[in-house]
């Protein structure tokens, strides 16, 4: 069974502070991994994804998250935040299942950003 | 614009009422998914579609079915809605795994309200 866990349901700092956004994952294989956005009223933005290739991954908007097997973790950061980053964050495990690739959500983190 | 599309972005329902939520995507990708989204629970699949002809289903399915009518479609039907239904419902399609922007594109939503 796969799963995924984001430790936090809200983040606070301060704009131009660096930015962590924790998840874990249980697998009994390497996952692919991926974060999406979620800006108000929106819908759901790619940021980045992890397929097994390089273990630090470049996503858009400066944000970028390392692979860490041995510690089942894909945690998302950001060197400096920006007002604009304000949003919802979804950590998703892809469960491949007979065939089928099914994508699971983690509960969200809301990063707040304050002047 | 390729994408996926989602009619209607907003519907109130009364209770008993049925309904049918549309979506469509132009990119040629086999799966489809139904997902919904409510506060603290991220995003549970409700049912999903692994290429045409075929249905599964996902975390949440009671009070729904759902239909792929063609490689493009995939609806979702509420029979008999309830307040419990009451969501912001998103369809999602997936890129292979072979592209080099491999993901899910998501629609932009509808919000659902159950009175």
């Known amino acids: 069974a796969q799963s995924v866990t984001q430790l936090d349901s809200h983040v606070s700092v301060s704009e131009g502070t660096p930015v962590l956004l924790r998840c874990n994952y249980s697998s009994s294989y390497s996952p692919s991994l991926f974060w999406y956005v979620q800006h108000p009223n929106k819908g759901l933005q790619l940021l980045l994804k992890?397929?097994?290739?390089?273990?630090l991954v470049k996503g858009i908007n400066g944000f970028e998250a390392e692979f860490k097997k041995s510690e089942t973790s894909f945690h998302l950061t950001k060197p400096s935040a920006h007002m604009s980053d304000a949003a919802e964050y979804f950590c998703v495990v892809i469960l491949s299942s007979g065939g089928s690739y099914i994508p699971t959500f983690g509960r969200g983190t809301s990063l707040i950003v304050h002047p | 614009n390729a994408g996926v599309t989602q009619t209607p972005k907003f519907q109130v329902l009364k209770t008993g009422q049925s309904m049918t939520l549309q979506c469509a995507q132009d990119m040629n990708h086999n799966s489809m998914y139904w997902y919904r989204q409510d506060p603290g629970m991220g995003l549970r699949l409700i049912y999903y579609s692994a290429s045409e002809g075929t249905t599964d289903k996902g975390e949440v399915p009671n009070g729904y079915n759902v239909s792929r009518l063609n490689k493009r479609e995939f609806s979702l039907r509420l029979e008999s809605a309830a307040p419990s239904q009451t969501s912001v419902y998103f369809c999602?399609?997936?890129?292979?795994?072979?592209?080099?922007?491999?993901?899910?594109?998501f629609g932009s939503g509808t919000r659902l309200t159950v009175v």
């Open positions: 999602a399609s997936r890129r292979p795994p072979a592209e080099t922007n491999y993901g899910y594109t």
């Open positions: 992890y397929t097994s290739a390089a273990t």
